[in-house]
């Protein structure tokens, strides 16, 4: 560990519980971020990666000025091994888990079903139905279970909130939701379209309001979340009315490494033409598909720079991703019927001005355009990109899951 000798004083003692501490748990990872509510700083970022294999690696970032980035790596053997290693990381930087500061952890939750349309507190009726939903989401949830496990282990007084991907979705009306299927059989397996993305959906239409100087329930948003995963949100008001994944993340966009729509023959044929088992098709379509099946390469800038210097491959899965987002744009302006703001986010949303621009060519009979200079120009922050007094705004909003994460979880427990 190359521990820093530089940190800032610890916190005054008499301040009362105003930190959250997010926890995003995956299989084999733990992300972090310490929040002061108060101020809204991150006095500590992290990450624990690798979890239960020999090269688990730990990185801890302190804010500027409490200390330096510190990184070791060696096994970390699980969950719990890898949270009292954050507990000692934050520790050294002043607030821990046993600190008073500290108000409640703030769990990311994949899967909520229909069950949770809102934060949950968690108790032992939380663990049971985030259990039930194991089935749906069955990568996700027992991660995301192992990480409130263990917090709860180390600070069982602590309040522990449950922030579920689902619940800004839990408001689509059912002729959105359900799939045309027969509805015993749905039913039955709880199969219908639940959505995920929702804190960053959440975070991101109301920041576009903001950005507007309107209020998010009087604008409609069309939200594209494009990161290695990728979905798009249709918001009116405030309220989210559509969204492009389904009863997995699987379904919409195309992402990274998964295919998004595809007709659900192509199971079957691979299955019964293919000789593939259903595991191999599920790997097939999640893993190796998308811009990662299409031209070998996952990352968006990477495939930029080989379409620059007319690798075809390249340009193909760039046009089909491109010609996916604007088919994606066009149905949800119809769902909307009127639209203020079309909001881009994540990784590709927030940096890639060739997919933006990509994203609404050809659109303007819709009144969406960019200006080639705002879209292009360097910078953060959410910020206008379409022409000025354009009918409707194009905007690049960057998202924030861990702070609209602490801000649900502060605002179910503070004092
Ligand atoms: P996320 O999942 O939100 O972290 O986004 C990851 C994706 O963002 C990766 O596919 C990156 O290639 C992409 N990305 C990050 N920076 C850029 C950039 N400057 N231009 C294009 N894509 C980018």
Same mark, same amino acid.
């Given at each position: ?74 096994? *970390? ?37 229909? *069950? ?95 950005? %507007? ?67 191999? *098709? ?42 996916? %987002? ?58 206008? *990109? ?30």
């Amino acid at each position: 560990m190359n521990a820093s000798s530089v940190h800032a004083p610890p916190p005054a003692q008499d301040a009362g519980p105003d930190h959250v501490l997010v926890l995003n748990s995956g299989s084999s990872s733990l992300k972090y971020q310490l929040i002061d509510m108060t101020t809204g700083a991150r006095p500590a970022t992290g990450l624990v990666e690798r979890i239960g294999e020999e090269t688990s690696r730990v990185v801890h970032t302190p804010a500027a000025g409490r200390g330096s980035r510190r990184e070791r790596s060696g096994r *970390v053997a699980d969950h719990h091994a890898a949270l009292r290693t954050v507990a000692r990381e934050l520790s050294a930087d002043g607030v821990g888990l046993d600190s008073p500061r500290l108000a409640a952890i703030g769990h990311r939750v994949v899967h909520g079903g229909q *069950v949770f349309t809102e934060p949950a507190v968690v108790d032992e009726g939380v663990l049971a139905e985030i259990e039930r939903l194991v089935p749906l989401a069955p990568l996700h949830n027992p991660a995301n279970l192992a990480g409130i496990r263990t917090a709860m282990d180390l600070r069982p007084d602590l309040p522990q909130v449950a922030v579920f991907d689902t619940a800004f979705h839990t408001t689509i009306p059912q002729a959105a939701a359900r799939y045309a299927i027969d509805v015993d059989t749905a039913d039955a397996h709880r199969v219908r379209r639940y959505g995920f993305h929702g804190t960053s959906h959440a975070y991101v239409s109301r920041a576009t309001a903001r950005l %507007l100087g309107k209020d998010p329930a009087d604008v409609n948003v069309i939200v594209l979340h494009l990161g290695n995963g990728a979905s798009a949100a249709a918001v009116r008001g405030g309220c989210c009315v559509e969204t492009s994944m389904g009863l997995t993340p699987l379904e919409g966009l195309v992402m990274g490494t998964r295919s998004g729509d595809v007709d659900p023959a192509v199971v079957f044929h691979l299955m019964r033409v293919g000789g593939m088992s259903a595991d191999e *098709v599920d790997e097939l379509l999640n893993t190796r598909s998308g811009l990662l099946g299409l031209c070998g390469e996952n990352d968006m800038r990477e495939i930029q720079r080989r379409r620059a210097e007319g690798d075809q491959q390249a340009g193909l899965a760039f046009d089909i991703y491109a010609h996916r %987002l604007r088919k994606y744009i066009g149905a949800y302006y119809a769902v909307l019927g009127r639209l203020d703001a079309l909001a881009f986010t994540a990784g590709v949303g927030e940096n890639s001005a060739q997919v933006r621009e990509a994203a609404v060519a050809g659109l303007d009979g819709l009144g969406l355009a960019v200006d080639a200079e705002r879209n292009t120009a360097p910078g953060g922050g959410a910020r206008l *990109v379409s022409p000025p007094g354009a009918r409707v705004a194009v905007a690049v909003v960057p998202t924030d899951e861990e702070m609209e994460i602490a801000n649900q979880t502060y605002t179910l427990v503070k004092p």
